[in-house]
């Protein structure tokens, strides 16, 4: 390349479509490079100073040399102005304020000058090459591609894939698995930047979506869309779950992924290095699906909570070790799968948790209705946890209630009332002491009971709420002990009261909405924009005098 200034034109050319063919760039960007080559060569014989131009002609090769200089009356810059008279020496006809060129001969580059030509034309076709890898890969993320092992460095396997190269960092390789240099390889392009050093390809061998789509290439059906893959989760190279269903009735999505005696996933597990799948028909309905992810283990009840997103589940004694797997797996994968929240129980941990809040809400009713046993039983067993459920349901669904009368509906809703108000009151008087303003209780959807822990929080103004985040303000932080909302083998069960150990925002445990936090903060912010007109107005009192 440090010769291609100074050949003949006919080399110029030929080096130009060598090094376009050889780098799979287009041949006008080569053409470019000599150019800026030539053109700073050029200046450093002529004088920095000079506005220099070169054309290289991509059909001839003949090289064109030029600088561009202004007309002006009187000259001050001798590098970039010229006066009228020599302009008409240069180019008849030439005005004031008119740039016209003034012809240069060709430079013979010395070899200081041809190592600075062959850096910028270096420079530049590398540019051209790393723009046009990133072209080519930007809208290939989610594709699957071979390439071969060119290097392990710091445990991450770089990846040559022909016309650039990729990464699988470490956390995205399968377990154990031993990369040797000059050995193919299967990836995921999960992801491809722009980079000072070139494109930057991410690859991964772990991701679920590289099981997905090796499924599509061993499952003709799946190319075919006829079975889709709902689902999938990866203990990348040790198990993975995946939850398919057919658009045709007469295809069995299990068996098409199986294949004859096994074959399609064994091609999949033999790629993923015996990584053991678990191939799970997928349904709408949830409780159907966690029970066929939790496979192999039995379930003998599902409790759904749709709201917190968790699934609580039931097994037989003698199945909780399956169920829950080795080191947890199982149900964790299942977790994965399904996108909620699965904690695992024994039917007899089961009894006891549902005897424990059945006693816990008879004692409640029991004290805060001053009822008997029986009555406060019977209140539980029809679904009710809290006092708010009793005052404000319909007078006749309560009423409706076997051994009830609307009499004693009345009575009961009277009572929860005023049970609900003592405890309000109590929380007012707890609020006041803790010194929360009066201010805050005018706030939407907030309760005495949620401004006594907004104090015990240290929140006790208007400006202390508005200063929070909504996520600071209602964020739940969830635990492991689930909570209970229909069961499919009894009467409906109510969500419990809040539990502090759910707590992740300072009202966490209240349930708020995402927009009933807004709503809160907004409400609590109103007074600064208020302020706003009055601060002006007093501002331009003081200017005016």
């Given at each position: ?185 299967r990836a995921l392009i999960t992801k491809v930047e722009r980079n000072n ?349």
């Open positions: 390349m440090a010769s291609a200034i100074s050949a003949n034109k006919a080399e110029l050319l030929a080096i130009a479509n060598s090094v376009a063919s050889e780098k799979m760039i287009d041949k006008a960007i080569v053409i470019e490079a000599m150019e800026e080559a030539i053109q700073k060569a050029a200046r450093a014989r002529y004088g920095a100073e000079n506005d220099i131009r070169a054309k290289l002609d991509p059909l001839t090769g003949d090289l064109s040399l030029w600088r561009v200089v202004e007309v002006v009356e009187e000259v001050e810059d001798y590098f970039k102005q010229v006066s009228v008279e020599q302009a008409q020496k240069l180019q008849a006809g030439a005005k004031l304020g008119d740039y016209i060129v003034d012809p240069l001969p060709p430079v013979d580059l010395g070899r200081i000058d041809a190592q600075s030509a062959k850096q910028v034309i270096f420079q530049k076709v590398r540019d051209a090459e790393r723009e046009r890898q990133f072209e080519e890969f930007k809208d290939r993320q989610g594709e699957v591609i071979t390439g071969v092992i060119k290097s392990v460095e710091f445990g991450h396997v770089i990846v040559n894939l022909g016309r650039a190269e990729g990464v699988i960092r470490r956390d995205q390789q399968i377990p154990r698995e031993a990369a040797r240099t000059g050995e193919r390889v050093r070139g494109p930057q390809i991410f690859l991964s061998r772990a991701h679920p979506d590289f099981m997905k789509k090796l499924f599509a290439q061993e499952v003709p059906e799946i190319y075919d869309n006829i079975i889709e893959i709902k689902a999938a989760a990866r203990d990348p190279g040790s198990r993975a779950k995946i939850g398919v269903i057919s658009r045709d009735s007469s295809i069995d999505p299990v068996g098409a992924c199986v294949g004859m005696k096994g074959s399609r996933v064994q091609a999949v597990v033999q790629e993923l290095q015996g990584e053991k799948i678990d191939i799970i028909p997928w349904s709408e309905d949830t409780a159907t699906f966690v029970v066929n992810a939790l496979q192999p283990a039995t379930v003998a009840r599902v409790v759904l909570d749709e709201d917190e997103g968790r699934i609580e589940v039931v097994v037989p004694d003698d199945q909780l070790s399956l169920a829950i797997g080795r080191r947890g797996q199982n149900v964790r994968l299942a977790s994965q799968l399904t996108g909620h929240q699965i904690d695992i129980m024994t039917e007899e941990e089961a009894s006891e948790k549902r005897q424990k809040e059945f006693a816990e809400r008879s004692k409640m009713f029991e004290e805060e209705l001053d009822v008997d046993e029986t009555l406060s039983q019977l209140l539980v067993a029809e679904g009710f946890a809290e006092l708010e459920e009793v005052a404000y349901i319909e007078l006749d669904e309560l009423a409706a209630i076997e051994g009830f009368d609307e009499e004693l509906a009345e009575e009961l809703q009277s009572r929860a009332a005023e049970a609900i108000e003592r405890h309000e009151t109590a929380a007012r008087e707890e609020r006041r002491a803790l010194g929360v303003e009066d201010a805050l209780a005018d706030m939407p959807h907030l309760t005495e009971a949620m401004l006594v822990t907004l104090g015990k929080a240290g929140i006790k103004t208007l400006d202390d709420l508005a200063d929070l985040a909504t996520d600071e303000l209602i964020a739940k932080k969830r635990d492991s002990a689930p909570r209970r909302r229909n069961s499919p083998d009894g009467p409906p069960m109510r969500r419990p009261a809040p539990r502090e150990q759910d707590k992740g925002g300072v009202l966490g445990e209240y349930g708020l909405s995402e927009e009933q936090g807004n709503e809160i903060i907004m409400a609590a912010r109103a007074h600064w924009f208020e302020d706003e007109p009055a601060t002006e107005e007093a501002a331009d009192a003081d200017s005016s005098q």
